[in-house]
């Protein structure tokens, strides 16, 4: 049955339109800053900012595995980054997939492993002596 026909059938079982969508697209934006208390004279009251955001796409499925319902499966671009400029730049951008297995009154997640390569960049300050 094409998707159309699916959700008109949806709609027509009394349905919200929401509930009848398939997928969703989910952004996030976290911030972590390190507070330090001591050496003012460095870097005060932080010593480190980090940026993240990400853009994830969640979809629902409904299918069977050992016993277990499929709920939803997700992909997610991620970007982290100190936000600072060469040489003391640093970022990286990440790929996760996860899935959501249910089974009666349990919910199990299939965690990001290490799947998937990240991919980094890193400068790191040298010192010359002339």
């Known amino acids: 049955m094409p998707a159309s026909a699916e959700r008109g059938a949806c709609r027509a079982a009394g349905a919200s339109k929401a509930e009848c969508r398939n997928g969703d697209l989910w952004g996030a934006y976290t911030q972590n800053s390190r ?3 001591y050496n003012s004279e460095e870097s005060r009251p932080f010593r ?3 940026y993240e955001t990400e853009v994830m796409l969640v979809l629902r499925n409904n299918y ?3 016993g277990w319902q499929g709920h939803m499966a997700a992909i997610s671009l991620n ?5 600072r400029e060469d040489p003391f730049s640093r970022s990286w951008n990440r ?7 249910d089974r009666e009154n ?3 997640v299939v965690p990001p492993g290490g799947a998937f390569p ?3 960049t890193m400068t ?3 010192s010359r002596s002339s």
């Open 35 to 37: 507070w330090q208390v």
């Open 48 to 50: 480190e900012t980090n």
């Open 64 to 66: 069977r595995l050992g």
């Open 79 to 83: 970007h982290q980054s100190n936000g």
């Open 95 to 101: 790929i996760i997939l996860s899935a959501r297995l």
């Open 106 to 108: 349990w919910a199990f």
């Open 118 to 120: 990240t991919v980094a």
């Open 124 to 126: 790191i300050p040298t």
